[in-house]
T-cell receptor, first 111, second 112 residues
Framework: DAKTTQPPSMDCAEGRAANLPCNHSTISGNEYVYWYRQIHSQGPQYIIHGLKNNETNEMASLIITEDRKSSTLILPHATLRDTAVYYC????????????FGAGTRLFVKA | DSGVTQTPKHLITATGQRVTLRCSPR?????VYWYQQSLDQGLQFLIQYYNGEERAKGNILERFSAQQFPDLHSELNLSSLELGDSALYFCASSVGVGNEQFFGPGTRLTVL
């Protein structure tokens, strides 16, 4: 079973920020939060990951709450090409465990 | 382009047959992962290899087997195929055992 909970779908206007939430209340101390997205039936694409500090890269920002029980992926200026299923997963950095993808959030970016 | 290659892109076969899917990881990546994605099951983790050794195992059927070769490419063998095995099969690779994964374009398997 997935260790994360995400809303099944969200809408966002083009050019606005998309904020995608994820709950991971049972996260362990050695587990990172990873975000991936999948556009149609393409292979999933890595977006960003973090342990407890907020992270930013050229694609997105990741905000992790202080208790690490939830996080938010922020796409600062969503475009139509950001329409995809977004997956939040938690996994130990040491590896050796199953990578469990849940159902994800289907983000629709509208013109 | 993630740098992960998978062959073939499409595969159509009959029930009871055996097929082999191939994956070449990104240059320098030691881990290879296999996933199955069908319409009603989502993205399911099958197995992970790291530098030739099995590292993690998901709900992989006994009819399925995989291996990672010394040159780090990997193959997923599916035998006694059933209609329900029709799915997209993705391979991913990462530098180490728990790093971010980079996915290939997938192999679409259709079992008739």
């Amino acid at each position: 079973d997935a260790k994360t909970t995400q809303p099944p779908s969200m809408d966002c206007a083009e050019g606005r920020a998309a904020n995608l939430p994820c709950n991971h209340s049972t996260i362990s101390g050695n587990e990172y939060v990873y975000w991936y997205r999948q556009i149609h039936s393409q292979g999933p694409q890595y977006i960003i990951h973090g342990l407890k500090n907020n992270e930013t890269n050229e694609m997105a920002s990741l905000i992790i709450t202080e208790d690490r029980k939830s996080s938010t992926l922020i796409l600062p200026h969503a475009t139509l090409r950001d329409t995809a299923v977004y997956y939040c997963i938690v996994t130990p950095y040491t590896g050796g465990f199953k990578t469990i993808f849940g159902a994800g959030t289907r983000l629709f970016v509208k013109a | 382009d993630s740098g992960v290659t998978q062959t073939p892109k499409h595969l159509i076969t009959a029930t009871g047959q055996r097929v082999t899917l191939r994956c070449s990881p990104r240059s320098g990546d030691l881990s290879v992962y296999w996933y199955q994605q069908s319409l009603d099951q989502g993205l399911q983790f099958l197995i992970q290899y790291y530098n030739g050794e099995e590292r993690a195992k998901g709900n992989i059927l006994e009819r399925f087997s995989a291996q990672q070769f010394p040159d780090l490419h990997s193959e997923l063998n599916l035998s006694s195929l059933e209609l329900g095995d029709s799915a997209l099969y993705f391979c991913a690779s990462s530098v180490g055992v728990g790093n971010e994964q980079f996915f290939g374009p997938g192999t679409r398997l259709t079992v008739l």
